[in-house]
Nanobody
């Protein structure tokens, strides 16, 4: 089973940018991937997904500000976050799962990386 490790979180001011990375212990070539986030006291929510072919989708709350990309040769996935808002604060988790009938099914989780947006 592949293991996932996230990095790149930190403290950023509103309006700033961060780039998160997720590295897998094995090949992700044929694997759909996703980023989730969980704010304190709130349920985990799906931020966006990317198929093995590179097709991406996003939650309405981040559309136009966040971009997911992947480098299969390096077994990595990225989350570029621009125009960050305080409500983007939370633990960001990488996931390796499955797309089926237009829906993403989560599988393996990373441990998360904390993003704090505050002045």
């Amino acid at each position: 089973q592949v293991q996932l490790v996230e990095s790149g979180g930190g403290l950023v001011q509103p309006g700033g940018s961060l780039r998160l990375s997720c590295v897998a212990s094995g090949s992700i070539f044929s694997t759909s991937m996703a980023w989730y986030r969980q704010a304190p006291g709130k349920p985990r929510e799906l931020v966006g997904t990317i198929t093995s072919a590179g097709s991406d989708e996003y939650a309405e709350s981040v559309k136009g500000r966040f971009t997911i990309s992947r480098d299969n040769a390096k077994n990595k996935m990225y989350l570029q976050m621009n125009g960050l808002k305080p409500e983007d604060t939370g633990d960001y988790l990488c996931n390796a799962g499955t797309h089926y009938s237009g829906r993403y099914y989560p599988g393996v989780w990373g441990q998360g990386t904390l993003v704090t947006v505050s002045s």
